[in-house]
């Protein structure tokens, strides 16, 4: 059974940091290249941010570009995305996903 949990998710102030993950199971993870993409209210899925199989190339949408980190642990099966410098419109759900599975999601709020 191919899972993917993201977890790491919550509220944070603007300007606050977050490290969320992405625990995979039931796949040979370290063959996909890995997205995190994000939902807010009301908008549509975007894309935040890539990595190839191997962790060599990283791509990352304009609004992020600078304040977040794609990375991942192939021994671990795990995706990272660390967030910096978190302003409200990255108030959004998280999913990390291989484009042929998805995670649930993780919350963060970015709030005062």
């Known amino acids: 059974q191919v899972r993917l949990v993201e977890s790491g998710g919550g509220l944070v102030q603007p300007g606050g940091s977050l490290r969320l993950s992405c625990a995979a199971s039931g796949l040979p993870f370290s063959i996909y290249g890995m997205r995190w993409y994000r939902q807010a209210p009301g908008k549509e899925r975007e894309v935040v941010a890539f990595?190839?199989?191997?962790?060599?190339?990283?791509d990352y949408a304009d609004p992020v570009k600078g304040r977040f980190t794609i990375s991942r642990d192939n021994t671990k099966n795990t995706l990272y995305l660390q967030m910096n410098s978190l302003k409200p419109d990255d108030t959004a759900v998280y999913y990390c996903t291989n484009l042929s599975q998805w995670g649930q999601g993780t919350q963060v709020t970015v709030s005062s």
């Open positions: 990595i190839s199989s191997t962790g060599g190339r990283t």
